[in-house]
């Protein structure tokens, strides 16, 4: 697999490199909301979408889901279960969504999870990925749909770049990825804007520090109710 194959590179040049993984000198522990064991909550450092956007990171360096272990998939599926559950109390319903590509530059994953408030994400989602079928592949291979049986590592080949977008713990929806240079890899963010009804182009700058703090006092003033990593010993 991918990261088989990057272990075989030069691991700690590639890890020093990355902003993601916990060990690394570039990491940003401020923006960190909670470790499990193999994972991590943390917000992101620019292009926050809106209010309790956040992103489920594997600790390690990992190009994609379908490279995690069991420990990590549990570690993703307790944050997803505690998001949905912080989320539900204010009525929202969180989009929880990656994009693996790129996979032969080894680059570190993140499931991104926005909260909007619309029951209706998985049918206009399920809507675009139909349509963004048509517009970028030519054998159209049709959306395949992920659940909690049926999980993201059945659904797709190895190594193959794709995009998933899942609405809660059973169900979601997978698209492969047969071009990468025609894929846009706002795709994820772009159809979350049409959600929340508004352009996701302009939110890329970063945020100054004092901006950080109050959007992170602000998350963990919801978060500290459902903090599953407080069970783990210390």
Request: hydrophobic share 40%; with cysteine.
């Amino acid at each position: 697999g991918i990261n088989a194959e990057y272990m075989g590179m030069n691991a700690e040049r590639l890890r020093n490199d990355c902003a993601r993984c916990m060990d690394s000198p570039r990491m940003d522990k401020k923006l960190i909301v909670a470790i499990g064991t193999k994972t991590y909550l943390a917000l992101p450092a620019r292009g926050s979408l809106c209010e309790g956007h956040c992103l489920i990171v594997p600790a390690e360096h990992k190009s994609a889901a379908t490279d995690f272990d069991e420990v990590e998939e549990l570690e993703v599926r307790n944050f997803k279960k505690s998001l949905i559950a912080m989320f539900a109390a204010k009525s929202l319903n969180p989009v929880f969504m990656e994009t693996a590509v790129r996979l032969k530059k080894y680059p570190h994953t993140v499931i991104e999870c926005i909260p909007v408030p619309t029951e209706d994400a998985e049918m206009y989602f399920f809507n675009e990925m139909n349509h963004a079928e048509h517009e970028f592949t030519l054998t159209s291979k049709k959306i395949i749909r992920t659940s909690k049986r049926e999980g993201l590592k059945k659904a797709i080949p190895q190594d193959f770049a794709y995009f998933h977008a899942d609405f809660g713990l059973d169900q979601g929806f997978a698209h492969l990825i047969e071009n990468e240079e025609t894929w846009s890899p706002s795709f994820g963010r772009d159809i979350v804007g049409g959600l929340l009804e508004y352009d996701t182009a302009g939110r890329m700058k970063r945020s100054n520090a004092g901006e950080e703090s109050k959007k992170m006092q602000g998350f963990l003033s919801m978060w500290k109710h459902y903090d599953w990593t407080l069970a783990l010993d210390t």
